[in-house]
């Protein structure tokens, strides 16, 4: 699969015309950090592909990729989301948030 690009050869003018419109794009909320809040699990030995089965924990995704490529394995990419409703308007908004930490249980 090849990605779409586009060359611009600018004679020294650098001028809005010559831009692609998404380079101006902005950042939707949320995205900023996308590593922010996922975890990384290579695929437990011998699991069968109907069910995802997690093995060892990653603190990087580059960490899990590269053992992912020495054993043969998958790895996975979990991330925990809240969702979130906002009615102030005529129409309720649903979104999510991240979870950031885990809930302590108990006392």
Do not use: C, H
């Amino acid at each position: 699969m090849a990605a779409g690009t586009s060359a611009v050869i600018a004679d020294g003018n650098d001028s809005q015309a010559t831009r692609s419109p998404r380079a101006t794009r902005k950042v939707r909320a949320g995205q900023a950090g996308a590593t922010e809040g996922q975890r990384f699990f290579l695929a437990k030995p011998g699991s069968n592909n109907s069910v995802p089965e997690l093995s060892k924990e990653f603190s990087a995704e580059a960490e899990a990729m590269v053992e992912s490529l020495k054993t043969g394995l998958s790895y996975f990419v979990v991330s925990e989301w809240r969702g979130t409703a906002d009615f102030s308007g005529r129409k309720p908004q649903l979104g999510r948030e991240a979870v950031t930490g885990r809930q302590k249980t108990g006392p």
